[in-house]
């Protein structure tokens, strides 16, 4: 009899233990993927970046903190920390690492994994600095969005003919030897010709090179300057916006970041946009697509932003017909 009550209890036990054992496995809920994120910039200045980003995640259903986890790395403009930031969320196996902020970034990245996908907003060519093979087929494990279009260069230098006494010559800022530049500088010559404007070209790929370039400016006939885009550049331009200020030099930029700090005005692909489509690819890796199957993107669209306050300030009026082009005036 209490052997048969023995067998009984083991066998309710067993049956127990079985009948648990899915209810337990059930809630251990599946590991959030995660996003590594580098960046060359503070957070600070990179909410509304890091906004645009999550933004295109959420158009791939992945939303952070509910199923998707994000690991920042901010390197706060001290490039040289990049590198162990990267390795750092290379060892930590995040699904995918976002590199933004300028190229150093994505360098790192790369310099770091050849496993770990990794998007990213490129500052200057990626197959000219060897991070991808082509736009269309990107290659290995790297792809995102190239802001730059060399094709809007006209379009800035006819905005600041419109500004400009006819006597005047335009100058424009460009990194010494970058083959973008001399693409984006070709186009501006060409531009200047066909409006017959006295025409200026200003290197610099140094800060106090930048600060040389300004003084020559000064002592010439130079009535207004066209910022080439670069990765450099966006680095310097608190350098370049005060150096144009003082100067009273009216001064046109590629992204509204040099508008936003005080430059006159800013014509060139959202930021925020490319940083959207960088999330959009990411949720795209995150649901199983390879780089080398998403080509390298360009931008669709281009905005004009006034700064009316540092028009004031260099007693420029704005004429209306720019006025009305404008997608975005600060006053």
């Given at each position: 009899?209490?052997?048969?009550?023995?067998?009984?209890?083991?066998?309710?036990?067993?049956?127990?233990?079985?009948?648990?054992?899915?209810?337990?496995?059930?809630?251990?809920?599946?590991?959030?993927?995660?996003?590594?994120?580098?960046?060359?910039?503070?957070?600070?200045?990179?909410?509304?970046?890091?906004?645009?980003?999550?933004?295109?995640?959420?158009?791939?259903?992945?939303?952070?903190?509910?199923?998707?986890?994000?690991?920042?790395?901010?390197?706060?403009?001290?490039?040289?920390?990049?590198?162990?930031?990267?390795?750092?969320?290379?060892?930590?196996?995040?699904?995918?690492?976002?590199?933004?902020?300028?190229?150093?970034?994505?360098?790192?990245?790369?310099?770091?994994?050849?496993?770990?996908?990794?998007?990213?907003?490129?500052?200057?060519?990626?197959?000219?600095?060897?991070?991808?093979?082509?736009?269309?087929?990107?290659?290995?494990?790297?792809?995102?969005?190239?802001?730059?279009?060399?094709?809007?260069?006209s379009k800035r230098l006819a905005?600041?003919?419109?500004?400009?006494?006819?006597?005047?010559?335009?100058?424009?800022?460009?990194?010494?030897?970058?083959?973008?530049?001399e693409l984006q500088l070709e186009?501006?010559?060409?531009?200047?010709?066909?409006?017959?404007?006295?025409?200026?070209?200003?290197?610099?790929?140094?800060?106090?090179?930048?600060?040389?370039?300004?003084?020559?400016?000064?002592?010439?006939?130079?009535?207004?300057?066209?910022?080439?885009?670069?990765?450099?550049?966006?680095?310097?331009?608190?350098?370049?916006?005060?150096?144009?200020?003082?100067?009273?030099?009216?001064?046109?930029?590629?992204?509204?970041?040099?508008?936003?700090?005080?430059?006159?005005?800013?014509?060139?692909?959202?930021?925020?946009?490319?940083?959207?489509?960088?999330?959009?690819?990411?949720?795209?890796?995150?649901?199983?697509?390879?780089?080398?199957?998403?080509?390298?993107?360009?931008?669709?669209?281009?905005?004009?932003?006034?700064?009316?306050?540092?028009?004031?300030?260099?007693?420029?009026?704005?004429?209306?017909?720019?006025?009305?082009l404008a997608d975005e005036v600060?006053?």
């Amino acid at each position: 009899m209490q052997s048969c009550q023995l067998r009984r209890r083991e066998f309710i036990t067993l049956l127990g233990g079985v009948a648990a054992w899915p209810l337990g496995a059930h809630a251990q809920q599946p590991a959030k993927p995660v996003i590594g994120f580098l960046s060359g910039r503070s957070s600070e200045e990179s909410r509304y970046l890091v906004a645009a980003f999550n933004d295109g995640l959420r158009g791939e259903d992945f939303i952070e903190g509910q199923n998707v986890m994000i690991e920042y790395r901010w390197a706060e403009g001290q490039n040289e920390r990049l590198p162990a930031q990267a390795i750092d969320l290379a060892r930590r196996q995040v699904a995918v690492i976002v590199a933004v902020g300028g190229d150093p970034s994505t360098h790192a990245a790369k310099a770091a994994t050849t496993r770990i996908p990794i998007a990213c907003v490129f500052g200057t060519d990626p197959v000219q600095t060897d991070l991808v093979a082509s736009l269309n087929r990107p290659g290995g494990n790297v792809t995102g969005v190239y802001p730059v279009s060399h094709a809007l260069e006209s379009k800035r230098l006819a905005l600041l003919h419109n500004l400009i006494p006819k006597g005047k010559a335009i100058a424009m800022l460009v990194y010494s030897g970058r083959a973008t530049s001399e693409l984006q500088l070709e186009e501006a010559r060409n531009a200047a010709v066909a409006l017959e404007r006295e025409f200026q070209v200003l290197n610099a790929a140094t800060p106090s090179e930048i600060d040389r370039a300004f003084a020559t400016l000064t002592q010439s006939r130079v009535g207004g300057l066209m910022v080439s885009a670069d990765a450099f550049f966006n680095s310097r331009r608190e350098q370049i916006v005060t150096l144009a200020t003082f100067h009273k030099i009216p001064a046109l930029y590629h992204v509204r970041e040099f508008a936003a700090a005080g430059g006159l005005m800013s014509y060139g692909a959202s930021i925020s946009d490319s940083y959207r489509q960088v999330g959009v690819y990411t949720g795209r890796i995150l649901k199983g697509a390879k780089p080398l199957d998403l080509p390298v993107l360009q931008p669709t669209k281009f905005d004009l932003v006034i700064n009316l306050r540092t028009a004031k300030a260099l007693g420029l009026t704005i004429p209306d017909k720019v006025l009305a082009l404008a997608d975005e005036v600060i006053e």
